[in-house]
């Protein structure tokens, strides 16, 4: 029996299995829909089909750096709750597709969950995170992931707080000495602490310049209806000046050091050094920034397990 897209998606959306899963599942018996469940049931793999409408908001950030020190690769793995996100082996999972991320030819999630699981071939890394799911019992998701790697200089990284930030720098350089790699690390807890959006002011987008000139100016004329233009344009490009030195890290003033800006902090280490070192770029995940959180309504909750 031909299997169809149509009927590939109407178990995947009974199952909340995999696309491949499901397809394999089909084929597996010859296009029975019931049988096909059964078989996703069997595997393991049909666990999450009561867990795929539920939020997974939390979770951990996690990166493997390569030995070399040349290349990292960051990943951030959602669960519902805290409580999990705390748990070792959930932890060791997400280490492991930290581990997968770093040696994957990938370049979008989606061939990242399709390819070969590396602790066990013969699933893929979406038939792995499965079986995560039917063992651990909540709701998980492999939520991005990105390498970050330079040819001459060096890779830096930072997790706060167990795995609620995570953060990778590149450090373009010809030293990789203890200092340089001070730096990076330190670099690295500055992108954490502050959130920047660019590494500089080449990287800022001129939309993005333009749209919040038209919102200061209009801020200023409400404020000072009565100045002439050309002060109301002088404080348009003061107040600019001063949001670009929040959303730039090499403008930021230095957390360790409010004397200095990153870039002059980076310039001290660079002339200890005897050589320059420029930041080159990095790459900043939180544990569930911009994701809906769940609300627990524990009353709600008890009342429905009382059959109330």
């Known amino acids: 029996m031909a299997i169809t897209a149509a009927m590939v998606k109407e178990l995947r959306e009974a199952t909340g299995a995999g696309m491949m899963d499901c397809k394999k599942a089909l084929n597996e018996t010859n296009g029975d829909m019931d049988k096909a469940v059964e078989f996703l049931r069997e595997k393991g793999l049909a666990a999450m ?35 999990v996100a705390k748990n070792a082996d959930f932890q060791a999972y997400v280490a492991k597709v930290a581990a997968q991320a770093l040696d994957t030819k990938a370049e979008t999630l989606e061939a990242f969950m399709a390819e070969p699981w590396a602790e066990d071939t013969s699933l893929t890394v979406e038939q792995a995170l499965s079986q995560k799911i039917a063992i651990i019992g909540e709701k998980l998701s492999i939520r991005r992931f990105q390498k970050v790697s330079i040819d001459n200089g060096v890779v830096a990284t930072y997790i ?24 990076g690390k330190n670099v690295a807890m500055q992108i954490a602490a502050l959130n920047p959006k660019y590494v500089d002011r080449s990287e800022v987008p001129a939309d993005f310049i333009e749209h919040e000139k038209e919102i200061l100016k209009t801020a200023a004329k409400n404020e000072n209806p009565d100045k002439p233009d050309n002060i109301i344009e002088k404080m348009i490009i003061g107040r600019l000046n001063k949001e670009l030195k929040e959303v730039c890290l090499v403008d930021q003033a230095y957390v360790k050091d409010g004397d200095l800006t990153v870039q002059k902090y980076v310039d001290s280490v660079a002339k200890e050094v005897g050589t320059s070192i420029k930041i080159k770029s990095f790459v900043r995940f939180e ?10 309504d524990f009353a709600a909750e008890v009342a429905k397990q009382a059959g109330m």
């Open 49 to 83: 089909a009561k867990k795929a409408n539920r939020i997974a908001a939390e979770g951990i950030v996690a990166i493997k750096a390569c030995d070399c020190g040349k290349a990292a690769a960051i990943v951030e793995v959602n669960s519902e709750t805290d409580f």
């Open 160 to 183: 706060h707080a167990g795995g609620k930030i995570g953060v990778i720098v590149a450090l373009e350089t010809e030293s990789d000495s203890d200092a340089v790699k001070e730096c």
């Open 287 to 296: 544990t569930g920034e911009g994701m809906e959180k769940r609300e627990d």
